[in-house]
């Protein structure tokens, strides 16, 4: 076994607070990555809190995950000693049902998806530990390679903000000439608006708060629109072709709705804690849809990340030391960060 250190809870309550375990030794297929900045995503406080249904604990959170590779297995092909190398929300699948092989392991038929934390291996009782961590090892399917020309701080929450929000825009092919609103800009809504710029479409951000209007235009954005002005609104109905709703609050899914075109798709990436209420008219009138989307897989990822470093898109973060992450949460909870907190791994 290897030694590894991090940080870790051992309760619904705890705080997070060093913690020393081990990892499996490097198999023939696996990679050995020393982590060099690891991302904050508020799934992290969900899971650490139990929120999302019961936790596995002591939990070492963490699924945006950037290092270097130290040791690689002796059937390794993909990866050498010395490169960078990335991890994501997932670490494993059955790599052999439809889904899997079509390329969206995180949607494993067999139900064998593991997930970076909180997560059982497919021995079924072997607990994965994540980020939070000096090292981590990995089979290298679910491994990817990750460009020098960015800065890695900045490359970390792609590995799930920047997955999530780029997966949606390629499958609803939106490109230049459309008009895009993304609802929220924070980690995912930022990510959001840069890469929609990024293909070309027309975006504009939606937000209740007239503070973030200059954010809005440093990122790409062409308009920005408040939605607390009833008369600003009026402007924008049946505007847009997509929106791109980032929010995990509950909100008036109605009102947005209303904001589409004929055939406008509304797509959310954010994940509110109450059941969606809205009334069937809103689509009907139009033939809007709203759709979710989630995490991409494995290649998907990897194209996302060669298309970051072709255009030079990264995260906005603040880089922090590891003995700051609670402090780090209760900001997060606040809204008070722009726009994701990446952890420092050379100060566990």
Request: some cysteine; glycine content about 8%; hydrophobic content about 35%.
């Amino acid at each position: 076994m290897i030694a590894a250190k991090g940080y870790a809870v051992h309760s619904q309550t705890d705080k997070l607070a060093p913690w020393n375990f081990e990892r499996r030794n490097v198999g023939p297929k696996d990679v050995l990555i020393e982590i060099l900045f690891s991302g904050i995503c508020h799934s992290d406080i969900h899971q650490v809190r139990s929120e999302w249904g019961p936790a596995r604990y002591p939990m070492v959170p963490g699924h945006e995950i950037v290092g270097r590779i130290t040791e690689v297995g002796s059937d390794v092909t993909k990866f050498k000693v010395g490169q960078l190398a990335g991890i994501g929300c997932m670490v494993d699948s059955c790599k052999e049902c439809p889904t899997c092989k079509g390329g969206q392991q995180q949607f494993c038929e067999k139900g064998e998806t593991v997930w970076t934390y909180n997560s059982l291996e497919r021995d079924k009782k072997t607990p994965t530990y994540g980020g939070y961590s000096n090292k981590i090892v990995c089979t290298e399917e679910f491994v990817v390679h990750v460009s020098d020309r960015l800065p890695l701080a900045g490359v970390a929450p792609l590995l799930c903000a920047g997955i999530t929000t780029y997966s949606p825009i390629k499958r609803w092919g939106i490109k230049k000439g459309h008009k895009v609103a993304v609802l929220g800009l924070g980690g995912l809504g930022h990510m959001a608006v840069k890469f929609a710029v990024a293909f070309g479409a027309d975006v504009t951000v939606l937000s209740t708060s007239p503070s973030k209007e200059q954010d809005a235009k440093k990122l790409g954005a062409h308009h920005f629109v408040i939605t607390k002005d009833p008369e600003e609104l009026k402007k924008y109905a049946k505007h847009f072709d997509f929106i791109i709703d980032s929010v995990s609050a509950p909100h008036d899914y109605e009102m947005y709705l209303k904001l589409l075109n004929v055939n406008g798709v509304q797509i959310c990436v954010g994940l509110p804690p109450e059941p969606l209420k809205f009334p069937g008219s809103a689509l009907m009138q139009g033939n809007r849809a709203l759709t979710a989307s989630s995490i991409g897989g494995i290649e998907e990822t990897q194209e996302m990340l060669d298309f970051c470093a072709e255009h030079d898109i990264v995260s906005e973060v603040e880089v922090i030391n590891i003995n700051y992450v609670n402090e780090a949460y209760e900001r997060v909870l606040n809204s008070d960060v722009k726009y994701r907190f990446v952890i420092d791994m050379d100060t566990v």
